[in-house]
């Protein structure tokens, strides 16, 4: 069975996106990067809002990328060995190998997809992400943290849920980033209810 992780950079205060809607913001450094490729070596499937997979395809529809360094062809190739399912009702096609479409997202679906995965699956695309942590499907939050704040945009998170995360592992890249690793506590498991329940 496989886990469902969600991963994505985030601005100190909370953003994947700013309010113009874009995230040029995010530092390039290759330490980040090359930590990020191994991470996604073991993932076998990616579950992507529209959004999100149309940048991302270019990791395989654009050669030129790959062919800038070692490290880029390196995130490439881990990314072109999973496959993709894409969740939009607007797509009229997917343009990259192992990709299906599908119109709505399906939780007895993605649940199953866990339960046959013989590696882990990742979310991402915040519409696809509240629905993914609504249906407690989410097993990890992996949050690159940077060190920069931008005064608003799109939430990293779901907003109008509560939950409740226990840490995992961290870690500190040299440029300021901080990679956090959560998962979901269950009800009975959080230490906030379970004093809640006492009172």
């Not at 992780?5 to 809607?21: A, F, K, M, P, Q």
């Not at 931008?150 to 990293?156: I, R, T």
Request: net charge negative; charged share 25%.
């Amino acid at each position: 069975m496989g886990k469902l992780i969600y991963v994505t950079n985030v601005s100190l205060d909370g953003y994947i996106e700013d309010e113009r809607g874009a995230f040029d913001w995010f530092p390039t450094d290759d330490e980040v990067f090359a930590f990020t490729t191994d991470l996604l070596r073991s993932v076998g499937t990616f579950l992507y809002g529209r959004r999100l997979y149309e940048a991302m395809a270019v990791w395989e529809t654009d050669a030129a990328l790959a062919a800038q360094s070692d490290l880029m062809a390196d995130f490439a190739s881990a990314w072109q060995a999973a496959s993709k399912v894409v969740y939009s009702t607007t797509l009229a096609a997917v343009s990259t190998a192992d990709t299906r479409l599908e119109r709505r997202f399906d939780p007895a679906a993605v649940h199953e997809l866990k339960v046959t995965a013989g590696s882990d699956l990742t979310v991402g695309g915040a519409n696809l992400v509240t629905q993914a942590f609504k249906a407690g499907l989410v097993d990890e939050c992996q949050l690159f943290v940077l060190p920069i704040v931008v005064g608003g945009g799109k939430p990293g998170l779901p907003t109008g849920m509560r939950a409740d995360l226990e840490l995992l592992d961290e870690r500190r890249f040299r440029n300021g980033v901080v990679h956090l690793r959560y998962r979901p506590r269950a009800v009975n498991d959080s230490p906030v209810r379970s004093l809640a329940a006492l009172a």
